[in-house]
């Protein structure tokens, strides 16, 4: 039989006497007694709050990517700036293989990196890296969208040629002549949503591998250095396009040990000075259309980010390119999509002229009537299939495999201290994610979730390379003030429901208001405070309303914990508000209150299907330290016995006949 299990232990008591009484199923307590006077001091509500302030921007010298894009682009460098922090580990030479190793240490770890794995690749491994490397990258991410991506496949008429990997692919070049950068037909419903990921997909990282000149690692010794053999490798090759052609070419072989993937071998390409690796092409694609997806349908957002940084893990899996030049790619794609959707400018191909409020808008319209979902139940519905059938729906996952990716282990070479740095213009990749939230507030997401500082290459003058999307996504991870969030329910999708799962530090408060419901659930110790004003906010951790005073001024506070949830200091009840314990097996829902406990309002006890009461026996569902008030009412819910409510001195008791 599963019981709740007691608190073990009591608090010490200051001061208490309630009177309380409790109703069957879904009923209100009618029943009052009469309370002993005590002087305590409760929390008070704030009515009006600091706003929080604006959040730090880069050096007023530093010239933004978003501001300086196009004339990037008339001068064809685009996005090189962003990638400067790579000429303090390498120089570039006078020719593609005379370049001068700076940091012998990081270019030594970045290359021993590539000959690790490579040597240890499997084969489904190198199956992985040969789609990645021969399908156009707006094609590969799509599959990040899980029970979306048929939808999305057929929607958008998006198309791949490349045809199962066999024993021909390590004789034959397949070259994938199917829906192109767009990853769909402009034509097809979802024709604004390809036009979108066309435009981000608009530019080329060939001017900063021109200006980087740094080779490939299969041309490489571990020392980061060009060591040819002085022999050649010559192979006819069967060239599968539109057509069919065959080609011989030559090779010259290095001394590297470096494994590239058979099945890419005849793909190498034969003139290394036009071959640079810094920063990875298929890296950069990959985030640009992922990030124009996950704009459109930020249902996925995590998941797709997820699958940016698969394919440019896949890069180094097939010894096509290093940790560096991923990182670099990361960099370059996320700084480009931030620059075509903080100027809403879809001028740089032939695609429609559309915005990208048309793009979120035709997905939602045509995802909507094909999933028969609405905006609240979308989500739910894009993370519905299990691990077997969607490779990213494993949450903590996909945290780690993408957290591993924006460093790989590198050492920090430089100050780890360092102030973080937002790039103007960075907030708008939150947008759609965080639609609840001001553009000042989507930037100190950005700001409270970057990583460090010090690693090589991430260190730039805006802050793209310390930018971590998977985390500002999960919400703030400290509060440096008063953090207003207002959500508004008939809006519908994020705007009605959004899970904050970072470990929130700081010593600001949150204040939840609005009518939508905010869950959070990660460990946190942030010291200000909690204001509940209105709209519901759940409590998914022991720790998830930190360390400071709640107080429960309107709307709900949700106690979900499966664990029981723990306020550090004290609480405070006002009379328009509700608490909702949602209790079950062991510890869930249960409520321990460290400090003084102020009680009004309404108290709603919802009894889960797990939780099998003893007759007779009492269930302590509150502690707390003194307290003072009543409830207003007392609701039972899940349950058809009539429980009754008694208020010890150390605590709030239900007993079921």
């Known amino acids: 039989m599963n019981t709740l299990k007691l608190w073990a232990g009591s608090l010490t008591i200051l001061a208490s006497l309630l009177g309380m009484a409790a109703c069957g199923d879904s009923s209100t307590s009618s029943k009052s007694t009469s309370t002993v006077s005590v002087s305590l001091s409760l929390p008070t509500a704030d009515s009006s709050p600091t706003v929080e302030p604006t959040a730090p921007v880069p050096a007023a010298n530093v010239t933004a990517i978003v501001d300086d894009y196009k004339n990037q682009i008339t001068n064809t460098v685009p996005a090189v700036s962003v990638l400067s922090a790579f000429k303090n580990l390498y120089t570039p030479g006078t020719a593609w293989n005379n ?87 402009l034509t097809s419903p979802l024709g604004d949503v390809v036009a979108l990921v066309n435009n981000i997909r608009s530019f080329s990282t060939t001017p900063a591998k021109n200006a ?185 996952t996909n945290k780690k495999n993408f957290t591993d990716r924006l460093t790989y282990g590198f050492p920090q070479i430089n100050s780890t201290t360092s102030s973080m740095l937002v790039p103007k213009g960075a907030e708008v990749l939150l947008e759609t994610r965080q639609p609840y939230l001001s553009s000042n507030q989507r930037r100190w997401a950005l700001y409270t979730t970057g990583i460090a500082s010090g690693y090589p290459v991430l260190d730039d003058t805006e802050g793209w390379g310390r930018l971590n999307l998977f985390a500002a996504a999960d919400g703030y991870g400290a509060l440096n003030g008063n953090v207003i969030v207002t959500m508004d329910a008939t809006q519908g999708g994020f705007n009605a429901s959004d899970t904050w799962r970072n470990n929130i530090s ?98 709603n006890v919802v009894i889960g299907s797990d939780f099998v009461p003893v007759s007779g026996q009492s269930y302590k569902i509150i502690s707390f330290g003194a307290s003072s008030g009543s409830f207003g009412a007392i609701k039972f819910s899940g349950t058809t016995a009539n429980p009754t409510a008694t208020v010890k001195t150390d605590g709030l008791y239900i007993t079921f006949p």
């Open 506 to 603: 700081g010593s600001g408060k949150l204040f939840k208001r609005g009518t939508g419901v905010l869950t959070f659930a990660g460990n946190n110790t942030y010291s200000g405070g909690t204001q509940v004003d209105a709209g519901t906010l759940v409590a998914d951790s022991a720790t998830a309303l930190g360390t400071g005073n709640v107080v429960l001024n309107g709307g709900t506070l949700v106690n979900a914990t499966p664990e029981g949830l723990v306020i550090s200091g004290s609480y405070n009840q006002l009379s328009t508000s509700t608490l909702e314990l949602d209790l079950d097996n062991n510890n869930k829902g249960l409520l321990t209150i460290a400090g003084i406990a102020g009680f009004k309002g309404t108290l």
């Open 212 to 396: 980087y000149n740094y080779p490939r690692p299969w041309r490489l010794n571990t020392t980061g250095a060009v060591d040819d053999s002085g022999n050649t490798d010559t192979e006819t090759v069967t060239v599968v396009s539109s057509a069919t052609t065959t080609a011989k070419r030559t090779w010259d072989i290095f001394n590297s040990s470096v494994q590239l993937a058979p099945s890419l071998k005849v793909v190498r390409s034969t003139t290394p000075s036009s071959d640079g690796a810094f920063p990875s092409g298929h890296t950069n694609a990959a985030y640009s259309a992922a990030l124009a997806l996950a704009y459109s349908i930020p249902e996925r957002y995590q998941e797709l980010l997820t699958r940016a940084s698969e394919l440019g893990d896949n890069r180094i899996l097939a010894g096509m390119h290093s940790p560096l030049d991923v990182m670099g790619g990361r960099m370059t794609g996320t700084a480009w999509a931030s620059a075509i959707l903080y100027n809403n400018d879809m001028s740089n191909t032939t695609s429609p002229a559309i915005s990208k409020t048309d793009a979120y808008t035709a997905a939602h319209t045509y995802v909507y009537a094909q999933t028969a979902t609405s905006a609240n139940s979308l989500y739910s519905y894009a993370h519905s299939e299990s691990n077997t059938l969607d490779r990213f729906a494993d949450w903590a």
């Open 99 to 185: 370049g001068t190793i700076l940091n012998s240490t990081v270019m030594s770890y970045n290359n021993q990196y590539v000959v690790n794995v490579t040597s240890e690749r499997s084969l489904e491994q190198e199956i992985g890296a040969y789609y990645d490397d021969r399908r156009n990258q707006s094609y590969s991410v799509i599959d990040g969208l899980g029970p979306l991506t048929s939808t999305y496949l057929t929607g958008a008429t998006s198309v791949a040629t490349i045809p199962a990997f066999d024993t021909t692919t390590s004789t034959t070049e397949y070259d994938d002549y199917g829906t192109g950068n767009a990853g769909g037909s």
